[in-house]
């Protein structure tokens, strides 16, 4: 592991010292690859997709799990958006002369050495290394047992096109030793890794939290809310809130509690049990809502839990305050949506809601690092520093200052 690390660290200081061209001529060729290979990358998803239908992993697992030709051509289309964006390294962030005439620039500077732990989904090993690579950072990535098998065929695809580029290979690594012990050893080692980006299960994040030595950004639980007020339009709210829940719902940035509001829960609410039924969704309301639609009870811990599933709490609310006051106590500072047509409403909640996203008329499936412009994401953090919400390039650098003097000395 030490000497593993040692490796990485050093060959930081390659990867930061390459030119915008010299990356985006690199990352265009990752994705090329990516692309040649994908019947093998195919074949060897499919040992994972089978280890976890043997092993009975949730079927949001699985989904989040499984490699086809759409989403291979996906990690590749991301992989060229990540190479056609503006390079973050070497921006002058702010600069000015002082009275003594030092004259002193903020640089941005790459992070240097990122280690991500992760669970299920394989497209994280491409994106998460393409970020790390655009913002001049070596990446250690630690996924999950379910999906060993595509991530060492990904992994090993791109340090080919790293050595064929005679760039160290422990640019983009698998963490050599991907048990428990090894995760324990690899976050007490800040002499060599930078930052600990976890984002999984809440036990996994906790323990990194808890544990590590080097400093965390967490991509914690998705808790997200979707408001419907008294003044909003009730087909969009509908439609909205369908989408937030059920587009895709293994996913952290899916709706997991519906809020409405009491004046037109008698009106709304059986136009969403029509819809929520016609996909499936398993609905638990408060006791209000039971008293309008056929639903089961939801309880204080389904309040509190991120189902990543087909289910979904509905709870009546009254008014925007009350809205807010449940989303203070039962939120994950991810991402949160309120419907309405009433401007100081929507002003109110998106003002004091304190979370990484709010929506005003659009689901909370959008936060996402693609959506947003980034390419991709390594996480979504649920931090306020030093990142917050989807965490692209410019988040993947720190920076540094430059004084440039003249014979000034300090008396």
């Known amino acids: 592991m030490i000497e593993f690390l040692k490796k990485a660290k050093d060959s930081s200081r390659i990867i930061s010292q390459l030119t915008a061209s010299e990356k985006r001529k690199i990352l265009n060729s990752m994705a090329d690859i990516i692309v040649e ?30 490699l086809n030709n759409k989403r291979i051509d996906g990690m590749a289309q991301s992989l060229r958006e990540i190479a056609l964006l503006p390079d973050p390294v070497g921006r002058v962030l702010d600069g000015w002369i002082n009275d003594i005439g030092l004259k002193i620039e903020k640089v941005s500077v790459p992070i240097g050495v990122i280690a991500t732990i992760y669970e299920s989904r394989p497209n994280v090993t491409s994106d998460t290394a393409g970020l790390c690579f655009k913002s001049g950072n070596v990446a250690i990535l630690k996924g999950g047992k379910e999906a060993e098998h595509s991530n060492k065929v990904i992994a090993l695809l791109l340090q080919t096109v790293l050595e064929n580029n005679n760039l160290p290979r422990e640019i983009i690594s698998l963490l050599p030793d991907s048990s428990r012990e090894g995760v324990t050893q690899l976050i007490k080692q800040d002499r060599y890794v930078d930052l600990i980006i976890p984002r999984g299960g809440e036990a996994l994040i906790r323990f990194v939290n808890n544990n590590s030595t080097v400093p965390v950004v967490k991509h914690d639980r998705g808790l997200c809310h979707t408001y419907i007020d008294r003044d909003a339009n009730l087909q969009m709210g509908v439609d909205i809130a369908i989408n937030a829940k059920t587009q895709r719902t293994g996913v952290c940035n899916a709706t997991e509690t519906l809020l409405v509001d009491y004046p037109i829960a008698d009106e709304i609410l059986p136009m969403l049990k029509v819809r929520f039924d016609e996909v499936g969704t398993e609905l638990k309301g408060c006791g209000v809502t039971q008293t309008i639609i056929d639903v089961n009870k939801a309880t204080d811990e389904d309040y509190n839990t991120e189902y990543l599933a087909n289910i ?94 003249n014979g000034q000395i300090r008396i």
């Not at 040992?47 to 043997?54: G, H, I, R």
């Open 312 to 405: 979904l709490n509905i709870k009546i609310v009254n008014g925007v305050h009350e809205a807010i006051n449940h989303i203070s106590r039962y939120g994950s500072g991810h991402s949160e949506a309120i419907i309405t047509e009433n401007y100081q409403t929507a002003e109110k909640f998106m003002n004091e809601i304190d979370a990484s996203s709010l929506y005003l008329n659009a689901s909370t499936r959008f936060t996402d690092g693609g959506v947003f412009g980034f390419g991709a994401e390594v996480g979504i953090s649920t931090n306020k520093l030093h990142a917050r919400g989807p965490m692209g390039i410019k988040e993947l650098t720190t920076y540094k200052y430059k004084i440039y003097g």
């Open 37 to 66: 290979h994908k019947d093998l990358i195919i074949r060897e998803n499919e040992k994972d997709v089978e280890f976890a239908k043997t092993n009975s992993l949730q079927e949001s697992l699985i989904d989040r799990l499984i």
